[in-house]
């Protein structure tokens, strides 16, 4: 018996046009309605998730790939980096030039040139992105949109004496290796081809779902997962029901125990009727 649902946002939650299909709002509610936990996990902040879900009304949030999940009334997890793991982290950056932000309880700041890459607009245009796209072609795209004039060192921001849960850089893929090796505290997760979100390692959205789960009673065989990329892979495979979205990467579709339909085409509300959780 399912007793929490978790949806991944971009690319699952939200239609390509950056909305929730009506279908989705209507099958949460029928799953509330059956005293089942509604809510999300996912890469994105707490505030961009409020901008993004305010109007959804969803009972938990697994956010910045598992460091801070939070309902309404608590914060039941928030685990930040070490001040050293910090350190390397933003060492890291500044010696290899690359755009990074950092992502705090409230808010999300540091590159000027990651705030634009963090948009929905340029999430959706990541899609199309071969895999092996040069980063530095990549940045001096985004520099040319933005009218981008160069970051003052990451090492000298006030917003890195408050808690930083999660770190978003412009990296390819083909750097992962090199970032393990550099960074071996970090955890690395991905949602598009050109940047990766940096968090404490061992986190991630499937440890966020387990810590939810613990609070709450409720068993990881009684929870269900909705996802489209790499980052929902684990999280897919972790818990009762994996679904994965049409439109999902074909390793998320393999991964998965049921492929609904796409995110424009009511694949959520596919998906809960399959499973008999709504009629």
């Not at 950056?18 to 707490?46: F, H, M, W």
């Not at 340029?122 to 009218?147: D, L």
């Not at 997760?189 to 440890?207: A, M, Q, T, W, Y």
């Amino acid at each position: 018996m399912i007793k929490a649902i978790f949806f991944d946002i971009d690319g699952t939650l939200l239609a390509d046009n950056g909305k929730v299909l009506a279908s989705s709002k209507e099958a949460i509610k029928k799953a509330q309605a059956k005293n089942i936990y509604v809510g999300v996990a996912t890469g994105r902040d707490p505030a961009k998730v409020k901008e993004l879900l305010g109007d959804v009304g969803l009972d938990m949030f697994v956010t910045y790939n598992g460091q801070l999940v939070y309902t309404s009334k608590q914060t039941i997890y928030a685990q930040s980096f070490k001040p050293e793991v910090l350190e390397q982290v933003t060492r890291f950056a500044d010696a290899h030039n690359r755009s990074i932000n950092f992502g705090t309880r409230s808010l999300v700041s540091g590159s000027r040139l990651m705030r634009l890459g963090q948009s929905a607009i340029v999430q959706r245009f990541a899609r199309f992105i071969p895999r092996n796209f040069p980063v530095k072609t990549m940045q001096n795209i985004m520099q040319a949109i933005s009218f981008y004039k160069k970051d003052d060192h990451y090492e000298k921001m006030t917003i890195l004496n408050q808690p930083i849960y999660q770190c978003m850089m412009l990296s390819p893929e083909s750097e992962t290796e090199l970032l393990k090796r550099e960074l071996p505290d970090c955890g690395f997760h991905r949602s598009n081809s050109f940047s990766v979100d940096i968090v404490p390692k061992g986190g991630s959205k499937l440890k966020g779902i387990e810590v939810f789960l613990q609070h709450k009673g409720i068993a990881v065989s009684e929870a269900m997962v909705f996802g489209d990329h790499y980052n929902d892979i684990s999280m897919i495979k972790g818990v009762g029901v994996g679904v994965a979205m049409g439109n999902a990467k074909r390793m998320t579709k393999e991964a998965a125990d049921y492929v609904t339909d796409t995110n424009n085409h009511n694949g959520i509300a596919q998906a809960l009727r399959y499973y008999h959780i709504i009629s």
